[in-house]
C-alpha cells in the first residue's frame, strides 16, 4: 500500500492585495470622519461660550428666589419652611456668607410669605 501524499500549492500575495485590506481602510475612514465631526462639534462649543455674557457669582444673587427670612440656625429656618409649606408657598434654604441661613421663595410668592413670616 501507498501513502497518499497531500500537497498543497501556495500563493505569495501582497498585503494591500484583495478584499483582505477594505475592512481597514473602512475602519480607519469612519474614525477619521468622527473625529473630525467632533473637533466641530467641540469647536463651536468653545465659540458658544466665548459669546455668551459671563454671569457674575454675587454671593448674594439667588436667581429667581429672593430672600423672606434670615434665621440664627436651621431649626428656626425649617420652622419657617414648614409654616410656608402649610401655606401652599414653596420655600427653600442656604447659608450665606455671613453664616445665616436664609429662606429663599420665588418672587412671585414674597408678598405673601412676608405676610406668613412677619
Known sequence: MRRATRQWQTVAMLALD???VIGP????MVTGL???LL????????AAAAARPSIS???DDYGLLVPVASCRDRVDADLV?????TAGIRSTLTTGVDGRIRVLVFAD????AR????
Not at 39 to 46: G, K, S, Y
Not at 81 to 85: D, G, N, Q, V, Y
Not at 115 to 118: I, Q
Open 18 to 20: 484583495g478584499p483582505y
Open 25 to 28: 481602510v473602512v475602519a480607519l
Open 34 to 36: 468622527l473625529a473630525l
Open 39 to 46: 473637533h466641530r462639534a467641540l469647536r463651536r462649543q468653545e
Open 57 to 59: 457669582s454675587r454671593p
Open 81 to 85: 419652611r414648614e409654616h410656608l409649606a
Open 109 to 112: 410668592a414674597l408678598d405673601r
Open 115 to 118: 405676610r406668613l413670616v412677619g
